[in-house]
Structures are given as structure tokens and as C-alpha cells.
């Protein structure tokens, strides 16, 4: 067993946040007439943010011109995903333009509701391959640990829009089983906690879990996955901090799709992750209307770069119900890649993956550099486009 050291507290190094916080070309929220009467404390609770997310059409429509097929999509939201979005995301989103790739995310619209034809419930097959309650072991060496099922906010693209949502509280004995499981199973040795968004947990509940994790001999690498700190980066507190520190290494990966995520308020969030020690990588999924674009994408990877976030995957977004409106062909993944691939710094190149549907995994998918190869001899083509032979 190893003993976590709790006796010493952790120092933690805190960036404090202004009390107001502008964005580029946005507005100040107070100058939104939903929160023109918040005040700046409350406006930096965390909690606060989460009681008062938008949820209904009549409240979206004081900040935003609503489309016939947003109102539509919003209305016929219900259940797990029903539409919650932060206030703080809210200020981010172009109230004119519903081409926003923020208001895109998290704005449901009436295509949701239009199913296409490889489209799944579960096309990661995560049900399949779940030995306990909220654990996924599909890897040889490591399992997904689903923490909760809620979020700070519901983005439209979810692949796991069966399981998240509003309708259930963390289970502890969930965990039970799947900790009892990890135990018994000494090839684990990295434990990713996901979700829904395990940092919605209140500090203690997530402590639990971490210390029932770090307490299993056997576990050498631990990761938390979570959209946090771009949907709601005044949860990333000191006293979070505090906590995690007792525990680290904990490497977090965080989900950013769009350069215009990265505000002032986020970087202080990630500043304060990574001055305090958490290696920070990014995943991202392909967008259409989105981010499908090398531009947009190049400039989303420097961005990163920038706030000390390593760009780790683009995912291909996976067929699941309700999402092919934002799905783009394979075709487009390869070339963002290929216009990455040695016309930028190589941190900023993430490897372009496909969920094999049914199960299958990350697939890594990428331009064709080694066009043949025979015996001790390879073919290859660089970014240019030039032909090079290596001889063995």
C-alpha cells in the first residue's frame, strides 16, 4: 500500500483573478442585462455560476436572438441533455450570430433530433466494456473511471450524451466496486477520471475518490478529464489546488475546441494548474463550422502553447445520436494535419484520432509520409512534399 502524506500542507502559488474580467470583442458581464446586478464576488463563485446556468428559452433570449431552429432544438432538449449553460460561458458567446462556434457548442439546435444512419447510443462501446459501475477497462493497463454525470455545462457534440446530465448525484458505492475492482486488477496501473466533469465535485467528495486511487500500490499514473477550466475556470480555486497537490503527480487534460475559449479568465484557471506543478495536455474534437479549419486549428494549438497546455489528440467526432450536423469527413482531420506537420512547432502538432465504432480504441490517422517501402529501403515524402530515400 503506498501511505499518501497529508501531514505537511501544500504551498499552492495563486494568480488572483480581477473581479472583472473582459474578453476580446465581448462584452463585460454586467453589461448583460441578466447579470447587470451581480456583483463581482458572487460572480467568482463557482457555486453561483452553477445555480444560475441558463436552462430555458425565456432566459436565453434576454442575452441572444434566438433562430426558429434554436428555440426548437432548446424545446425539444430534454432529459440528460437538456440545455445548462454557465453565465460565464454566456459572455462569451456573439449574441448576433448563430455561427458562433461558442454558441454552436452549447446553444441546442433542431438538428440534434436528426439521426443519422451510423449514428450509435454508445459508439465507443463503453457499456460493453464496463466490468464495474462507472469503469471502463478496455486497455491493457489502464481504465476510465466515470466520476459523475454532470457537468458545468452540456456541450451539444457529447459523446456520452446516454449518460450525462441532471438526473443522478455521484454514487460513492459506484465507486466502491469500481475501486474494489482496480485493486484486484494489479496490470492497472493509470486511472483516468472522467465523466460528466469530475471537478463539478465538491472538494471533499473528489478527495475520496483520489485517496482510495493513490492508496492502490499498483496505480502509478493518475489523470483527471475535464472542460473545467474553459466552461467554468472560477471552480479552479485555491482550495481546490490545495487538495490536489496533497496528491500529485495528476496530470489533467483538459477539452478545448476553439481559440476563442482561451480568455483572460481561463489562462489565470490554467496559470494557476500548471505554477502549482499539474502538467496540463489538451483534447480537442473536430468541429464542422467549428474548427475545421487548419487556421482555426493552428491558432487553437499556439494558444495553448501559450497557457503551458500540450496539444495531445483531435478527435474524429464519433457517431453518436443527434451529432452528425457537426461531424466533418475524415478527409478534413488528415489535412488539418497535414498543414500542422512541419509548418509549426512540433509541441503544437496533436495526433488525429478515430474511436474505432464498436469498441475499437484510438486509432491514430494521418497523412501518408512513407509512400513505399521494400526491404532496408523507405520511401518518404516530407511536409514539402519532396521524395527522400532511406537506406538501411
Known amino acids: 500500500m503506498i501511505e499518501v502524506q497529508t501531514q505537511k500542507t501544500p504551498q499552492v502559488v495563486v494568480t488572483a483573478p480581477s473581479v472583472s474580467i473582459k474578453r476580446k470583442a465581448q462584452l463585460d458581464y454586467q453589461q448583460i442585462s441578466l447579470f447587470k446586478d451581480v456583483n463581482p464576488l458572487d460572480w467568482e463563485d ?13 432566459q436565453l433570449n434576454q442575452v441572444i436572438k434566438l433562430t426558429p431552429e434554436e428555440i426548437e432544438g432548446i424545446k425539444k432538449a430534454r432529459g440528460r441533455m437538456s440545455m445548462a449553460i454557465t453565465p460565464y460561458w454566456l459572455t462569451m458567446v456573439d449574441p448576433d450570430d448563430p ?21 450509435m447510443v454508445d459508439p465507443c462501446a463503453e457499456d460493453r466494456d464496463s466490468p464495474a459501475p462507472g469503469l471502463v ?75 482510495k486511487i493513490r492508496a492502490i500500490s499498483h496505480v502509478e499514473f493518475l489523470r483527471i478529464g475535464t472542460r473545467i477550466p474553459v466552461t467554468l475556470p472560477q471552480r479552479v480555486s485555491e482550495g481546490l489546488i490545495l487538495m490536489l497537490k496533497k496528491y500529485s503527480p495528476i496530470w489533467i487534460s483538459i477539452h478545448f475546441n476553439h481559440p476563442k475559449e482561451i480568455t483572460k479568465r481561463c489562462r489565470i484557471a490554467c496559470d494557476m494548474l500548471a505554477d502549482n506543478g499539474f502538467p496540463l495536455g489538451s483534447q480537442t474534437v473536430l468541429l464542422k463550422g467549428i474548427n475545421d479549419r487548419p487556421y482555426i486549428m493552428k491558432k487553437l494549438m499556439h494558444e495553448l502553447l501559450k497557457i503551458r ?32 506537420r512541419g509548418h509549426t512547432t512540433g509541441y503544437a502538432v496533436p495526433t488525429y ?26 520511401v518518404l515524402r516530407n511536409y514539402r512534399g519532396k521524395i527522400y530515400t532511406y537506406l538501411e
Open 46 to 58: 463557482w457555486h453561483w455560476q452553477v445555480k444560475n446556468r441558463i436552462t430555458t428559452v425565456e
Open 137 to 211: 477497462h478496455r486497455y491493457p493497463d489502464r481504465v476510465l473511471l466515470l466520476a459523475t454525470e454532470q457537468c458545468a455545462m452540456y456541450c451539444r457534440h457529447c459523446t456520452r450524451r446516454r449518460l450525462v446530465g441532471e438526473n443522478k448525484k455521484a454514487n460513492n458505492n459506484n465507486w466502491e466496486q469500481a475501486v474494489d475492482y482496480i485493486k484486484a486488477n494489479r496490470k492497472i496501473r493509470d486511472v483516468l477520471i472522467s465523466g460528466g466533469d469530475p471537478l463539478l465535485l465538491e472538494d471533499k467528495i473528489l478527495e475520496e475518490l483520489i485517496k
Open 309 to 340: 497546455v500540450r496539444p495531445y489528440y483531435i478527435y474524429q467526432c464519433d457517431p453518436v445520436k443527434g451529432t452528425q450536423h457537426f461531424r466533418t469527413p475524415v478527409a478534413v482531420g488528415i489535412n488539418i494535419i497535414e498543414k500542422l
Open 353 to 378: 484520432v478515430i474511436d474505432g465504432p464498436g469498441g475499437g480504441g484510438k486509432i491514430p490517422v494521418n497523412p501518408n509520409y512513407l509512400l513505399s517501402q521494400t526491404k532496408g529501403k523507405y
Open 99 to 119: 455561427n458562433c462556434p461558442i454558441r454552436r457548442q452549447s446553444v441546442p439546435t433542431i438538428y440534434e433530433s436528426q439521426i443519422g444512419p451510423h449514428e
